[in-house]
Nanobody, 120 residues
């Protein structure tokens, strides 16, 4: 139905910023809720931020005020602007196009992931 590809990861110093992009293809982005997850070595994949079809957003507590998720349905892209990065943000970040169920994001199609490394 939909494919997603992440880009924009890289190496950044603590306090720096990165902007991740999730490009989608196939079905129109407008029919999907989208979320960013991350997974650090030895840890479970965790939900970082999500955005509904109406552009309402939710964030993991530890990234509130630092990360911003947004969508551009015309371009079929979703972005995650990450500011004030810390080493604890180091992980592989994944995009997912899914749906909300009872107010919670239910994952659908995964991307391949993009590495974010925050280090001096």
């Amino acid at each position: 139905q939909v494919q997603v590809v992440e880009s924009g990861g890289g190496l950044v110093q603590p306090g720096g910023s990165l902007r991740l992009t999730c490009a989608t293809s196939g079905n129109r982005l407008s029919i999907y809720a989208v979320a960013w997850y991350r997974q650090a070595p030895g840890k479970q994949r965790e939900l970082v931020a999500s955005i509904s079809t109406t552009a309402s957003t939710k964030y993991k507590d530890s990234v509130k005020g630092r990360f911003t998720i947004s969508r551009d349905n015309a371009e079929n892209t979703v972005s995650l602007q990450m500011n004030m990065l810390t080493p604890e943000d180091t992980a592989v970040y994944y995009c997912n196009a899914g749906v909300y169920v009872n107010g919670n994001f239910a994952p659908g199609s995964w991307g391949q992931g993009t590495q974010v490394t925050v280090s001096s």
